[in-house]
Each structure stands twice: as structure tokens, then as C-alpha cells.
């Protein structure tokens, strides 16, 4: 399971996740507790494509930070939830973010903004670190470079995701996201990536390739569990 930790840290939250987990030494309240569980569980859950789990999860996280009055954790909150969705390529305005966003914080709102595909040059270094180099690369070339050095998997779901919303997704992007999002077992992203794969062969007249990813996306549609038989 991806952890809170890098799911926070996608949105420039350093300072979130030393809010939502305890002090050395000092246990963590219990709302802490609570709102870093649900979000690693709701996040967890999008990916995979449990939405009901996710919705239920995310507005616990939310009840337990509004306990606090905190308006930068809520914000962080609304950005993590979004950033899975550029994703999993379902780009739609992050409106939770944006009914807070006057009282956020600038590198809330730039993170917003790349998210939406629209940050400023002014405000690359506002963003968390992994994302600066792809935000600031001079050619689709140069992103896709950017976006292969990328460790954390979801940053570089999200990094392909805002490139894709940014119509500067190379070939080499598509399949850094599909064998990402394979990799971790996320069946939502990986079914949108494979689609966005198999919509450019068909268009290219590879009638090969686009069956092949066909036949690809049946597999991942069709997954069941199987249940080993008693002994």
C-alpha cells in the first residue's frame, strides 16, 4: 500500500505530515491518527477503483481536520484527493481546493494551479521538489526526461497526468504512466493510460498495437479474485 507519506508529500505538504503523525516520543492525538489513516485508505481506494470506500474515507479525513479549524491541512486534503484524479486522467476543476483556495497558502494554490496545467514560471519553486524539474522543462522532450527520473509513483502518475491535460504527452510519457500504474496494481489509472494508448494507435492506423492494448484493457476489466480451493 502507497503510504500517507507519499501521498502527502505530492502536495508539498512537509509540513502536513508532520502535523498528522506524532512527536517523537509524544503520542499523536487521536484526530491525527484518524484523518492520516482515512487518507491513506481513500487514496489507496481511488486508485484502485473502490469509489464508495473513497468517498467514505476522504470525508472522514475531512471531519476529523475540520475539528482542528485548520485551513492549510484541509486545503492539502482537497489537493491529495485531486492530484489522484489527474492521475488517473480525470481532469475536472479540484473544487473542494478551490472554495478554500483565498485562504490557502501560495504553494497550495500554485500546486492547484499545476494541477489544472495552468502554473505560472513564477511560482515553479513554490512546488514540492519532484514536480520543478517537469513544471519547468523547456520541450516535451525534456519533460518526458524529467518525468522518467521521477521515483515516487504517484508524483509521476500525477507529472504525466498534468503533461497529458497539457497536450505535451510524448509516447514516452504514455508508457511510463501504464508501467506505473501496472506496477502498483492501480487497475483506475492503469485502464485510463492503456486507453489514451489504445486511442493513438487506432488513430495511427496500427491496427496491431491497438488490438493488442485491446486485449490488455479486457485483462485488466476482467479481473476477479480467486479464491484458492480447501484443502
Not at 502507497?2 to 492525538?29: D, E, K, M
Not at 489514451?196 to 493488442?212: F, I, K, S, W
Amino acid at each position: 500500500m502507497i503510504t500517507t507519506f507519499s501521498f502527502l508529500r505530492i502536495a508539498g505538504s512537509a509540513s502536513l505530515i508532520g502535523l498528522l503523525v506524532a512527536c517523537a516520543g509524544t503520542p499523536a492525538p487521536d484526530w491525527q491518527m484518524n484523518a492520516k489513516t482515512a487518507m491513506e485508505r481513500g487514496a489507496a481506494a481511488y486508485l484502485e477503483g473502490k469509489v464508495r470506500v473513497e468517498t467514505q474515507e476522504f470525508n472522514l479525513a475531512r471531519s476529523e481536520i475540520s475539528r482542528t479549524g485548520n485551513i492549510d491541512l484541509m486545503a492539502r486534503v482537497e489537493l491529495t484527493r485531486c492530484a489522484a484524479r489527474v492521475a488517473s486522467l480525470v481532469i475536472e476543476p479540484c473544487d473542494g481546493f478551490e472554495k478554500l483556495r483565498a485562504d490557502a497558502a501560495a504553494p497550495e494554490r500554485a500546486y492547484a494551479d499545476y494541477l489544472a496545467g495552468k502554473i505560472k514560471p513564477q511560482d515553479i519553486a513554490l512546488l514540492p521538489p519532484q514536480h520543478r524539474t517537469v513544471a519547468a522543462a523547456s520541450s516535451d522532450v525534456a519533460a518526458a526526461s524529467a518525468l522518467q527520473s521521477m521515483e515516487d509513483p504517484l508524483a509521476k502518475l500525477v507529472a504525466a497526468g498534468v503533461l497529458f491535460s497539457s497536450n505535451r504527452a510524448t509516447p514516452a510519457v504514455l508508457s511510463a504512466a501504464v508501467d506505473t500504474a501496472s506496477a502498483q496494481g492501480w487497475r483506475r489509472p492503469l485502464l485510463a493510460w492503456l486507453g489514451v494508448q489504445r486511442l493513438r494507435a487506432e488513430n495511427a492506423g496500427d491496427t496491431v498495437e491497438a488490438e493488442r492494448l485491446h486485449r490488455k484493457i479486457a485483462l485488466v476489466e476482467n479481473a476477479t479474485v480467486i479464491v484458492p480451493s480447501q484443502p
